[in-house]
Nanobody, 123 residues
Framework: QVHPQESGGELVQPGGSLRLSCKAS????????MAWFRQAPGMDREFVAG????????EYVDSVKGRFTISRDNAKNTVSLQMNSLKPEDTAVYYC????????????????WGQGTQVTVSS
């Protein structure tokens, strides 16, 4: 079992930064991809960023390009999401997901999901 586990969510002021981490028990020798999604109250779950574990290839939703960076640490089986220049509209529960496929997809077609971590951007 993969069991992604997120951490790092908290309250932050607009313009601030936050780093989320996700640890998953995956075999990095296989072609896994991992991604971050978010869900605000009353909204659908939204793809934020994804990374191919084997090569580090990344993809982002347009609204976070230039502000968020997804990265992976193969040795620690960890994926991080560095979030800078945070805006109130970034407020959501952020979920880590893993997919046993070499293709990053922006739909919710992932095999394993974490419980989520709350990010609140407010003054």
């Amino acid at each position: 079992q993969v069991h992604p586990q997120e951490s790092g969510g908290e309250l932050v002021q607009p313009g601030g930064s936050l780093r989320l981490s996700c640890k998953a028990s995956i075999d990095t020798a296989t072609t896994y991809t991992m991604a971050w999604f978010r869900q605000a109250p009353g909204m659908d779950r939204e793809f934020v960023a994804g990374i191919k574990f084997e090569t580090g290839w990344t993809e982002y939703v347009d609204s976070v390009k230039g502000r968020f960076t997804i990265s992976r640490d193969n040795a620690k089986n960890t994926v991080s999401l560095q979030m800078n220049s945070l805006k109130p509209e970034d407020t959501a529960v952020y979920y880590c997901a893993a997919r046993d496929s070499p293709v990053v997809v922006t739909t919710a077609d992932y095999d394993y999901w974490g419980q989520g971590t709350q990010v609140t951007v407010s003054s």
